[in-house]
């Protein structure tokens, strides 16, 4: 994901998914370009990644707090990606090469991957970014799905159960919760009621094959 406040730069969106074979597939991606409401599009984006049981996302860490706070009012958890965008380009582009990656057909993605520029400094160092007056809001959110979606599986994937019995689970799990596609449903564990029906304990998150305990 690439935020953005509103006024210059669109706010974007992706997700993606390992193929049997092994290759990262870019299943959907959206774009807002500005002038929008960030408060708008962070709860149209946060249905967009609930549709697709996403319950935590990587995005830019410029972008600050403010990702961060409003995607948690939508029970998405936002974490900032450490990674600089031209290292996330240096790492997707031999996979491109290599055919490991099946993009959508996309004429603005396609635009700014074409538009990408290799840069290197007087120490040395290469960066890879747009043109002067150039746009990769669009590709940068690309990128940063599909290196992560490889990077999980490297580790190893993530793993969904049933957190009070340990199984691997879909449908209705024990504690009455819904999984859809071996996922809990929105990531969110309803909390525990008394018999009168009073929450004795607050709802548990699913994030990243960990449940946590929320105070929400």
Same mark, same amino acid.
């Given at each position: 994901?690439?935020?953005?406040?509103?006024?210059?730069?669109?706010?974007?969106?992706?997700?993606?998914?390992?193929?049997?074979?092994?290759?990262?597939?870019?299943? *959907?991606?959206? @774009? +807002? &370009?500005?002038?929008? $409401?960030?408060?708008?599009?962070?709860?149209?984006?946060? =249905?967009?990644?609930?549709?697709?049981?996403?319950?935590?996302?990587?995005?830019?860490?410029?972008?600050?707090?403010?990702?961060?706070?409003?995607?948690?009012?939508?029970?998405?958890?936002?974490?900032?990606?450490?990674?600089?965008?031209?290292?996330?380009?240096?790492?997707?582009?031999?996979?491109?090469?290599?055919?490991?990656?099946?993009?959508?057909?996309?004429?603005?993605?396609?635009?700014?991957? *074409?538009?990408? @520029? +290799? &840069?290197?400094?007087? $120490?040395?160092?290469?960066?890879?970014?747009?043109?002067? =007056?150039?746009?990769?809001?669009?590709?940068?959110?690309?990128?940063?799905?599909?290196?992560?979606?490889?990077?999980?599986?490297?580790?190893?994937?993530?793993?969904?159960?049933?957190?009070?019995?340990?199984?691997?689970?879909?449908?209705?799990?024990?504690?009455?919760?819904?999984?859809?596609?071996?996922?809990?449903?929105?990531?969110?564990?309803?909390?525990?009621?008394?018999?009168?029906?009073?929450?004795?304990?607050?709802?548990? &998150?699913?994030?990243?094959?960990?449940?946590?305990?929320?105070?929400?």
């Amino acid at each position: 994901m690439d935020p953005s406040g509103g006024s210059q730069d669109s706010f974007t969106a992706a997700t993606a998914h390992m193929g049997k074979d092994g290759m990262v597939i870019l299943d *959907a991606i959206r @774009e +807002r &370009r500005p002038p929008f $409401s960030p408060d708008g599009v962070t709860q149209e984006f946060a =249905r967009f990644f609930a549709s697709y049981n996403v319950a935590t996302i990587m995005g830019d860490k410029y972008a600050g707090e403010w990702p961060r706070e409003r995607f948690k009012k939508h029970g998405i958890r936002y974490e900032a990606n450490a990674q600089p965008k031209s290292d996330l380009y240096r790492d997707l582009l031999p996979l491109l090469n290599s055919e490991q990656v099946e993009l959508l057909d996309v004429p603005r993605l396609a635009a700014q991957l *074409a538009g990408l @520029e +290799r &840069r290197t400094s007087r $120490s040395g160092k290469d960066t890879i970014d747009h043109a002067p =007056r150039g746009h990769d809001d669009l590709f940068n959110a690309a990128a940063g799905v599909i290196v992560e979606a490889l990077a999980l599986e490297s580790r190893g994937g993530v793993e969904t159960f049933d957190f009070i019995t340990g199984e691997i689970v879909d449908g209705w799990d024990s504690h009455g919760c819904e999984w859809r596609n071996r996922m809990p449903y929105n990531g969110l564990f309803p909390g525990e009621r008394n018999a009168k029906g009073q929450l004795t304990s607050h709802p548990a &998150r699913f994030i990243n094959g960990v449940v946590q305990a929320s105070s929400e």
